[in-house]
Structure formats: C-alpha cells, structure tokens
C-alpha cells in the first residue's frame, strides 16, 4: 500500500505563504551554548541552512556560557557574578577568547557539510563574522568593577547588511570591540536584540532551554503582547531566570523595530520550522500587537470567507449566498485573521428603521473549533450591534441550538422577525429563531 501523503501535502500548502512572505526578510536567532553542545544542535544548523536556501537573511548569535564555566573550572578559575552579570577579570577573558573561538570553529564545520543526506550536501553556505559590535566597558556598579564585562554601544548595520546581500549567513559572538582594541563579554541575548533592533529585523528568535513562558497553571503562553509581557515580568517571580533574560530582550527589540519576537525550545528536533512554517507554531511569540485579531472584513478577504462558508453550505449547515451577494455585503462581515489567514467570520444585518439585526454567516474553520473563537467574535458582533443602536439580535440555525441558548439566547417564534425577514423564510429548512436582548 502506497504512503498517505495527505498530511504532507496540506502542510506543504499551509507553509507556501510564509515561504513566499519570509523570502529577502532579516531574521536574528540567538541560541546558547547549551544548545550547541546538545544533540539537537546538528538537525537545528540542518534547519538554518534550509532557511537561507529559501532566500531568508540569516544573522546568528550564539552564547557560551557552558564553555566558559568549564574551562573556567579545568583551570581553577572561580565564576564571579554580581545581579547575574559575570565580572570578568583578565583570566576569565582568557577563558571566555577560548571557548568562543572553539565554539565559532565548531559551528562553521557543522554548516560547511550543508544538508546532509540531502540534494544539498555540501552546497556552498558561507559564514562571516566579523568585529561588528562595538562595545564599552560596564564600569563599576554598586562598587563592583566588572572589569572586561561590557554593554553594547553601537551595532555596525551597514556592513552586516552587506554581508546579508551577499547571500552570507552573518555569525556574532557574546563578544564587543572598543575603538582602542579591547574586547569585552557581553550577553547573547543582549547582542541579538541590539542587531535585531539595528537591522529592524522581520523576527528574532530566542532559542532556549524550555519550551516558552507558561501561566501559572503551567500552560504554554503563546502569544504575548508587549504590554501582557511587560505585566507577567512585573508581576511574577516563578519566571525561571533564562525565560526572564529572553523575554526581557523581546520586549526591547519589539520597541525597537523588530516586528515579531519568538521564545522556542533548543531542545526540540524542528521546533524552528514548526513555529515558521505553521500558523500556531511550537512556542511563546511576542509582538507589539495580537498576532490573531477580530476586524471588519474588506473585498479582499473575499476568498477566505468563501473558504469558511462553502463547505458549511455544502453540508446545508448555512444557506447558500452568491458571491456577488457577499460581495455586496461584505461590509457587514467581520473576520478573525490569524497570521494573514481567516479562520472565521460572521456578519451582522441590521434593519433598517428597526432597532434589530441578524446575526448571519457564523463559520470557524475546522481546525481552530473548540478554542472559544467563536465565542468571542459572537461578543465582537454583539458590541458592534450595541454601538449600532441595535437593542435585539437574532440568528436562524438548524444545528447549533444549544449553542446559542447557552449564550443568552432564547428561542423565539417566526412572528418576532422583522416582517421583511419573515417574508424570506425557508420553510423547508425548517430553522429556530434565537433572539437575545442586548
């Protein structure tokens, strides 16, 4: 029996708008050095090198903290840290030069093998790096010399969009240079929000150990707000301290220009694909506005409402409306669109002279049922109609009876319709009148 291919090529359809949309965008991926010393890094370099294939400019910035922690101890050297920063005196700059430079030698041979097992083994990807990142010495705070710590001062964005043009994969240390040759650490998650900022990157993507930010009750956050994100720091202090840092940095990188930020696991064979290529992806995204939204709907989005409502009316769930009748009245639909996708509409028919309306065209699709979104664009609808003057709004339905009464609903009798609408009645349809007062 040949293979089901079926998942396979839905997905494929799924993902062709964000291979089309992402292609010539700036992306920045900061990972740390657990990450590269974990199994999972030689699938996730695999990942990175499909990404650029596919025409993304790609600037990655990697940590090395676990290196460094080693080789720190091999040679004796205590880790000094004051409020989470590490005080790096000359001997742990030593130590920080070497395993950044092992690190750096062991990425650029892992990318120069392309996608093994792959039509793209050994395809020719270069990597450039560079002194890019000026910096400037943290100083002394709370009487504390941090000495070779550092704070970046100014990102070279110029020079790395060149890089980029070129086609190159453009690759940062934790590292800054001074104007007089000195080299400072810095934190990688702060480099990456700092070029991310610079480049007004499309994304920048935290690659961490743990799968995002959860609530309280430990379930998976996935879409923040900068404002919500800004709240969960200030009022919680379950945060583990990696999420805090990374978090922390997607909130400033929003501010600064940076469209979308992204919280995934490093831990997790092809969590960066999931979360670019799928509409919900696999982690926490942070952006300055709601990545899913209710609006009003325009002519363009013609093709995704027919997409809903189609097989709805198939089935004899939603009586059929031409196209040039939903084109007439598609000022009366609103939509919920989830990353340039609609997923579900309704619209409201108001009538005239008459403080009353119809609730008509309710669809979800399939995939996003049960997720309450239905719910929540009935309440927009509702506001709307308030905002209308509308003191009563109706629906006729033949399958989701209860549905209704359990929002408000009452069943009510033909005679209640507007007599214009009473005169269009299907009676072989045979559908109930629901009538809520608002």
Not at 17 to 29: E, H, L, Q, S
Not at 36 to 59: C, K, T
Not at 298 to 319: F, H, K, N, R
Not at 392 to 416: K, M, N, P, S
Request: glycine residues 8%.
């Amino acid at each position: 029996m040949p293979p089901d291919n079926s998942s396979f090529i839905h997905w494929f359809r799924d993902s062709a708008p964000y291979i089309n949309a992402f292609r010539g965008r700036t992306f920045v991926v900061s990972f740390s050095g657990e990450a590269i010393e974990g199994g999972e890094f030689p699938h996730l370099v695999h990942d990175l090198a499909l990404l650029n294939s596919l025409g993304i400019r790609l600037v990655l910035v990697y940590g090395a903290r676990t290196r460094i922690e080693r080789i720190l101890k091999e040679q004796n050297i205590d880790s000094r840290y004051h409020q989470g920063l590490r005080i790096t005196d000359h001997a742990a700059l030593e130590c920080i030069k070497q395993a950044v430079g092992s690190l750096r030698l062991e990425i650029d041979a892992l990318f120069s093998m392309g996608l093994a097992n792959s039509p793209m083994a050994g395809a020719d990807i270069r990597i450039s790096s560079g002194n890019y990142v000026t910096a400037q010495p943290l100083g002394i705070r709370d009487g504390i010399d941090y000495r070779h710590t550092g704070e970046l001062r100014r990102v070279d964005a110029a020079a790395i969009s060149a890089q980029l043009d070129g086609g190159n994969i453009v690759l940062l240390p934790p590292l800054g240079y001074s104007p007089t040759g000195e080299i400072f650490n810095l934190r990688a998650e702060q480099v990456a929000c700092s070029v991310g900022q610079a480049l007004a990157a499309e994304k920048l993507i935290y690659l961490i150990e743990a799968t995002g930010l959860h609530d309280p009750q430990g379930k998976l956050v996935r879409e923040l707000t900068v404002t919500e994100a800004e709240q969960q720091l200030a009022e919680r202090d379950d945060i583990p301290s990696g999420i805090v840092l990374a978090l922390a940095s997607a909130i400033s990188a929003c501010h600064g220009q940076v469209h979308r930020a992204h919280l995934l696991d490093s831990r997790v064979d092809g969590t960066l694909l999931q979360e670019l290529f799928t509409r919900d992806g696999t982690g926490t995204l942070v952006a300055m506005e709601r990545f899913e939204g209710i609006r009003s709907a325009s002519i363009a989005d013609m093709g995704g409402i027919l997409e809903l409502i189609t097989p709805l009316e198939q089935a004899g769930i939603l009586v059929h409306r031409s196209r040039e009748w939903l084109e007439m009245e598609i000022e009366q639909f609103c939509v919920v669109e989830r990353d340039g996708a609609i997923i579900a509409c309704a619209a409201l028919h108001p009538f005239a002279g008459e403080k009353i309306a119809e609730l008509a065209g309710l669809a979800v699709h399939p995939g996003y049922r049960g997720e309450q979104r239905g719910g929540r664009l009935l309440e927009f609808i509702e506001h709307q109609a308030r905002q209308q003057g509308i003191e009563r709004l109706f629906a006729l339905t033949t399958h989701t009876l209860h549905w209704f009464q359990e929002r408000g609903y009452r069943v009510a009798v033909i005679d209640e319709l507007p007599v214009s609408r009473q005169a269009m009645y299907n009676y072989q349809r045979n559908s109930k009148v629901f009538i809520k007062a608002l």
